[in-house]
């Protein structure tokens, strides 16, 4: 008979992809249930930083996502036409920070488990969970789990299922996320990760330029969500240009791609309830100011899978992994909530500051010397 633990996991995302992966390099069964009929990213592109590489590499994906991220030398921000913060990166003594496409992310995430033949079921809903350690599914079915993962994203019917007391938190702005081509916007500056503000007492608007790839730009637009023009969807391009004269082209290219987000929060008064753990944004959705929801997520889902490597029991390794881990993301989706409520970003990113401590951290189950 099998000594094999296994573990029923709800939600093919970024943190249920990275639960699976860690889970079975460390000897377990895993069956991750998604929802959706297609194994695919949502959303247009995503930052990483070198926390989340050096996890990338512990999960055996790093190589893929090089190779087709982008790598910009410098991140600045430019409030109403003036440089407010330059700072290079990806050289030698300076933070690493990747931008890609979601997909490419993704993409590369599924095939480092597909190379451990982890199953994926698709078109697999869950509705709940119990704290026994049964995922129950759409189509009737309880499977019985040495453990069940909740990483079902910010609307967690596995969280929901368990009655965790759990603080949620809107914020006034929301971000419209978009793929162009980068069209002329080549070289020099345009190479760099560019933070636009446009500060007026009519509106304040913010575009997050972003090469994410040799010829793919990703833009994160920012406007309240009480803005009715600049928040809808397609989006309107004068109204950007208006603000952002540079990026016409661009601007002019989006068509009517595109999707608004509003900034949220979620805090969980714990990360798991007898055999269920709960895992990234179920767990600590965070407005994505500082470009870590997913960071914290896949690390949260490695350190969850070392934590109960090195624990006598399920139990105690669920409390080793949320001692570990929790104080740092608390810290991390704090900060990112300021940010937000504040605006503060249009001063300029401070390079020094407390937010990027988890950048700078070298995770749970990865290598110091790990060379990016
Ligand atoms: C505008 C915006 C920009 C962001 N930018 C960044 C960034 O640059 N860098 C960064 O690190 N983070 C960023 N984030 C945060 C990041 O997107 C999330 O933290 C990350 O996607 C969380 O991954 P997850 O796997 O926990 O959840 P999700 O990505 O939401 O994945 C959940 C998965 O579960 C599936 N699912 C949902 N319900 C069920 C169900 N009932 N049963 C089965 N499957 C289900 C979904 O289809 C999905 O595949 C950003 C977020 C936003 C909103």
Redesign the pocket.
Known sequence: MSTKKHAEI???????IASAIALTQRGWSVRV????PHLRAF?AG???WDN?LHVLDALGAYQDVLNGAFAAPAYETRTNGECTSYQAINSPGNLRLLTMTRQHLYQSMLSAAQRLGIEFVTS????GASPEGELWLADGSRLKADLVIG???????VRDALDIPMERERYRDG?T?VLTPRLSLKGGKWDNVIDFWSIRPERTLRILYTPSGEDVLYM?MMAALDDGEASSIPVRPAVWVEAFPELRPVLEAIGDTGRY?VYEKTVLQRWSSGKVAI????AH?MP?TL?????C?ITNALGLAVALEEAGSLEEGLQLWERRERPLTDHTQGRASALAASRDLSAGMDWDDIGLKAARHIPTGTSATFSL
């Open positions: 709800a939600g093919a995302g970024f943190s249920g249930h998604e929802a959706s959303g995503i930052f990483i989340g697999s809903e869950a509705v990483a079902d994203g910010v609307k967690s019917k971000l996320r994160a987000d895992v990234g944004d179920s959705a994505p470009a870590q929801g997913a960071g997520a």
